[in-house]
């Protein structure tokens, strides 16, 4: 499978408690993106890199929220001491540069569920 | 205001209708423009761009209408699996490449 895939699928954790989620990008694609979204709303943007450089973060997202991209490949977005208002499912996406268009390729997501 | 802004539905429509929605837009300054379909519980996928021109992808027709700040969705012949939640996409370039996602509009297709 060549597309957009993230790691787990499901989370379920207590308030209070650290989460890690991992998205391995189509291959070629240079921008990866992180979306979370709840029941009913469009994606909300989180942040975006360029390769391994992190050149947008939404001034919505906390400080307890981090990602990285060390070598320009998987990415990881990492949540510290969960809330419950974190329930979502966190979208990858990525897309190839120098296209015209923002086209975005989605992951399946990971739905988190903040106890 | 939202930025970007569609009637959330549900569009309940029997198969082989045809059916439109819009999706109203703030930024007279947006770039570029897409409809994205999601299904239940799964990732938003393209569905196709928006040109300036008007496009058409079989029995799907996209507008744009700089004018009134809207693009547009038409669904000709509908199918039961059109069944899904459509979703307008802006591309405000003054972001860089943040775009800017509507709520969706959700469309059930019935027998």
């Known amino acids: 499978d060549t597309g957009v895939s993230q790691d787990p699928r499901h989370k379920i954790t207590k308030r209070g408690q650290n989460v890690t989620f991992r998205c391995d990008p189509i291959s070629e694609h240079n921008r990866l993106y992180w979306y979370r979204q709840t029941l009913g709303q469009g994606p909300e943007f989180l942040t975006y890199f360029q390769n391994e450089a992190q050149l947008e973060k939404s001034r919505l997202l906390s400080d307890r929220f981090s990602a990285e991209r060390p070598k320009g490949s998987f990415s990881t977005l990492e949540i510290q001491r969960t809330e419950q208002g974190d329930s979502a499912m966190y979208l990858c996406?990525?897309?190839?540069?120098?296209?015209?268009?923002?086209?975005?390729?989605f992951g399946s997501g990971t739905q988190l569920s903040v106890l | 205001r939202k930025e970007v802004e569609q009637d959330p539905g549900p569009f309940n429509v029997p198969e082989g209708a045809t059916v439109a929605f819009n999706c109203t837009y703030s930024n007279s300054a947006s770039q570029s423009f897409f409809w994205y379909r999601q299904d239940c519980r799964k990732e938003p996928k393209l569905l196709m761009s928006v040109y300036s021109s008007g496009n058409e992808d079989g029995r799907f027709t996209a507008q744009l209408n700089r004018a009134s700040q809207y693009i547009s969705l038409l669904i000709r012949d509908s199918k039961l699996s059109d069944s899904a939640t459509y979703l307008c996409?802006?591309?405000?370039?003054?972001?860089?490449?943040?775009?800017?996602w509507g709520a969706g509009t959700k469309l059930i297709i019935k027998p």
């Open positions: 996406a990525s897309s190839p540069m120098g296209v015209r268009d923002e086209k975005l390729f």
């Open positions: 996409v802006v591309n405000i370039r003054e972001s860089n490449y943040q775009l800017i």
